[in-house]
């Protein structure tokens, strides 16, 4: 069964370090999500990519965050320069076609530690 | 803004016992609900619902959806310490049908 994939599984970095967390959605799907979890908290949306842009994007999506899809597979989400409270579970999701069709699977995750 | 609520916040149950969870939910423009389980990691997802009043049903779990009254409940009959999990419920909103997520509910099941 398809499946989206994350990378790394965990990512240790210092403060003020750029940090990519990779991700390669399920192969037919449109639409691309990235939400963060931080530790004993809701599941909260960033942003999402469609045609090639960002759709819309949260308020915690800052200057600080990017988001890019490289080539046919990849989605990459880019901190710029890392904040103690950037620390949390980041998820990428990914859609099928727009409509009726508003279930995302998820990944299992990259958890990203803020030293 | 849109709003999910989930209650309890976390249960303990025995082997074999019934559960209910509840998720109530105040949306722009409602278009489905979605309940997810996370155990370690990822949520997985679990059901969409549309309808008012259709039981959607996969073996021992079931769920419905009341529109009128803004809620949908999860039910998980004989439950089994696999099931010890977070249970997510979560609408989609926005232009791009971003998740927005309760809290969930914490289900620990003990043998």
């Known amino acids: 069964e398809p499946e989206v994939t994350q990378t790394p599984s965990h990512q240790v970095t210092q403060m003020g370090q750029e940090v990519i967390l990779r991700c390669v959605p399920i192969?037919?799907?449109?639409?691309f999500y990235w939400y963060r979890q931080i530790l004993g908290q809701k599941v909260e949306f960033l942003v999402s990519?469609?045609?090639?842009?960002?759709?819309?994007k949260s308020e915690i999506f800052d200057d600080q965050f990017s988001v890019e899809r490289p080539d046919g597979s990849n989605f990459t989400l880019k901190i710029r320069s890392t904040k103690l409270e950037d620390s949390a579970m980041y998820f990428c999701?990914?859609?099928?076609?727009?409509?009726?069709?508003?279930?995302?699977?998820f990944g299992p995750g990259t958890r990203l530690t803020v030293l | 803004e849109d709003k999910v609520v989930q209650s309890p916040l976390s249960l303990v149950v025995h082997e074999g016992d019934t559960v209910t969870l509840n998720c109530s939910y105040e949306?722009?423009?409602?278009?489905?609900l979605l309940w997810y389980k996370q155990e370690k990691k990822a949520p997985t997802f679990l059901f969409m619902l549309?309808?008012?009043?259709i039981e959607k049903k996969s073996g021992r779990l079931s769920s419905i959806l009341d529109k009128k009254e803004l809620f949908s409940i999860l039910n998980i009959t004989a439950t089994q310490t696999g099931d010890s999990a977070v249970y997510l419920c979560?609408?989609?909103?926005?232009?791009?049908?971003?998740?927005?997520f309760g809290s969930g509910t914490q289900l620990t099941v003990l043998p």
């Open positions: 999701a990914s859609r099928d076609r727009g409509g009726a069709v508003l279930e995302q699977f």
């Open positions: 192969s037919n799907h449109l639409y």
């Open positions: 990519f469609y045609n090639n842009e960002i759709s819309e």
């Open positions: 949306v722009t423009n409602f278009r489905s």
């Open positions: 549309t309808s008012s009043g």
């Open positions: 979560a609408v989609p909103s926005g232009s791009a049908r971003q998740l927005t």
